[in-house]
Nanobody
Framework: QVQLVESGGGSVQAGGSLRLSCAAS????????MGWFRQAPGKEREGVAS????????YYADSVKGRFTISQDNAKNTVYLQMNSLKPEDTAMYYC??????????????WGQGTQVTVSS
């Protein structure tokens, strides 16, 4: 069974940076999508970024392109989300997930517990 544990959330002022980490275990396939998603109060969960662990191909939501970077450390089975130039509208609970496709949250079957990101103006 896949287990995902996120860390690195917190509170930051607009323009600041945070790096989220997602440590994974229990995989049975070597190549799969790992994704970061977020959900703000009263809004639907949305895809932020994803990476194909075999090829390193990445996908980003338009709202974060140029500001966020997803990366992986295969030796540590960890995926990162570097978030720069943060905006108040980036405030949300951020989740790591796997087993899905690109940035479509309903296709992902395994989720972490989430980590809160709060950006103040």
């Amino acid at each position: 069974q896949v287990q995902l544990v996120e860390s690195g959330g917190g509170s930051v002022q607009a323009g600041g940076s945070l790096r989220l980490s997602c440590a994974a275990s229990g995989y049975t396939t070597s190549s799969h999508y790992m994704g970061w998603f977020r959900q703000a109060p009263g809004k639907e969960r949305e895809g932020v970024a994803s990476i194909v662990t075999g090829s390193g191909t990445t996908y980003y939501a338009d709202s974060v392109k140029g500001r966020f970077t997803i990366s992986q450390d295969n030796a540590k089975n960890t995926v990162y989300l570097q978030m720069n130039s943060l905006k108040p509208e980036d405030t949300a609970m951020y989740y790591c997930a796997t087993g899905g496709w690109r940035l479509l949250p309903h296709t992902y079957g395994s989720w972490g517990q989430g980590t809160q990101v709060t950006v103040s103006s």
